[in-house]
Nanobody, 121 residues
Framework: DVQLQASGGGLVSAGGSLTLSCAAS????????IGWFRQAPGKEREKISC????????YYLESVKGRFTISSDNAKNTVYLQMNVLEPEDSAVYYC??????????????WGQGTQVTVSS
């Protein structure tokens, strides 16, 4: 049974930090890529970061470069998204997802439930 459990969201003031976690089970974690996506009300979902576990390559949306860091703990089957210098524009529901190819592949096969991030100004 494939499961992706996203957690760590919350309410934070602008300039603050949060760390999101995505705990995975039910598939060979080391062979999969994990992506973080977000969707704000009235906006389309966007991919903000991803990591290809097989080679460690990463991707960041331009607007989060230098502020967000993705990392993977293969022993814990968990991917983290460290978010620093948060801005009100970062407020959204954040989702993690998995695919069995490179993380830049557009299609993701498995999705977790979202975790809400709210940044107050």
């Amino acid at each position: 049974d494939v499961q992706l459990q996203a957690s760590g969201g919350g309410l934070v003031s602008a300039g603050g930090s949060l760390t999101l976690s995505c705990a995975a089970s039910g598939f060979p974690f080391n062979d999969y890529s994990i992506g973080w996506f977000r969707q704000a009300p009235g906006k389309e979902r966007e991919k903000i970061s991803c990591i290809t576990n097989s080679d460690g390559s990463t991707y960041y949306l331009e607007s989060v470069k230098g502020r967000f860091t993705i990392s993977s703990d293969n022993a814990k089957n968990t991917v983290y998204l460290q978010m620093n210098v948060l801005e009100p524009e970062d407020s959204a529901v954040y989702y993690c997802a998995a695919n069995e190819y490179h993380c830049m592949r557009p299609r993701y096969d498995f999705w977790g439930q979202g975790t809400q991030v709210t940044v107050s100004s």
